[in-house]
């Protein structure tokens, strides 16, 4: 499932999907907002899975 999200004047967004791929939230975005360029957020690793299952085991 996937999303698009559109930052209005710095400090407002708006969010529209939910899309069933990639290419269709692509072309969304470009036929109705002209947008050329995407990008994603980072996914970052902060160790909360490896923190859990060290909890299960205890």
Request: charged share 25%.
């Given at each position: 499932m996937w999303f698009l999200s559109k930052v209005i004047e710095g400090h407002q967004?708006?969010?529209?999907?939910?899309?069933?791929?990639?290419d269709a939230t692509m072309k969304f975005a470009?036929?109705?907002h002209g947008i050329t360029s995407y990008r994603g957020t980072p996914e970052f690793d902060d160790g909360m899975d490896e923190l859990l299952e060290a909890l299960k085991t205890q």
């Open positions: 967004f708006e969010i529209c999907g939910p899309f069933e791929s990639a470009h036929e109705h």
